[in-house]
């Protein structure tokens, strides 16, 4: 910036405040390359406008907040509360089409619940296998694997994470 200058130029304000554009829940961040020679120069805060649109006080804070909260946001996808999976068996999610189960004490595993016999989806987990009332095919709480047909294909897996508390399929 120009010494004998009173307005800051666009380069300038950029590379002070930044800007933060958050619209459909993406967040982009925008910042200005210095000049040769003039990386890192501090430029006094108090020549920036006074608009809302490019207030450092107004853009600063969201920028750390949203990185923050994006890094530590839930995935999206069907969800189901860590305690209501019991060990050992599992929960059929009414809102998706997945049966969440946690064969051991914090593994969780996710397999569809449309039996792989005729399409039927499956209603009940007990004693270690998923159940589908339609026919009597029973699967696997491990690893979806049939444990007792007609059905001969085993139920397909999705992928699981688990944040805080709770267990997302995520695949």
Request: glycine share 12%; charged share 15%.
């Amino acid at each position: 910036m120009d010494q004998g200058s009173l307005a800051p130029s666009r380069r300038d304000v950029l590379r002070t405040a930044g800007i933060v554009v958050v619209s459909g829940g993406a967040v982009l961040t925008l910042a200005a390359c210095g000049a040769e020679g003039q990386a890192g120069a501090p430029v006094p805060t108090s020549a920036a406008p006074t608009s809302a649109s490019s207030s450092p006080a107004a853009s600063s804070p969201s920028a750390s907040a949203s990185a923050e909260a994006s890094s530590e946001a839930a995935p999206s996808g069907p969800s189901v509360a860590t305690a209501d999976v019991p060990t050992g068996g599992g929960v059929i999610l009414d809102d998706a089409d997945y049966v969440v189960t946690q064969p051991s004490a914090g593994t969780f595993k996710a397999f569809s619940k449309i039996c792989t016999h005729q399409g039927c989806p499956v209603t009940k987990v007990a004693n270690g296998v998923i159940e589908c009332p339609c026919h009597g095919s029973e699967f696997s709480v491990e690893d979806g694997s049939v444990k007792q047909g007609p059905a001969n294909k085993p139920l397909a897996e999705s992928a699981t994470t688990v944040v805080g508390s709770k267990v997302y399929v995520t695949g």
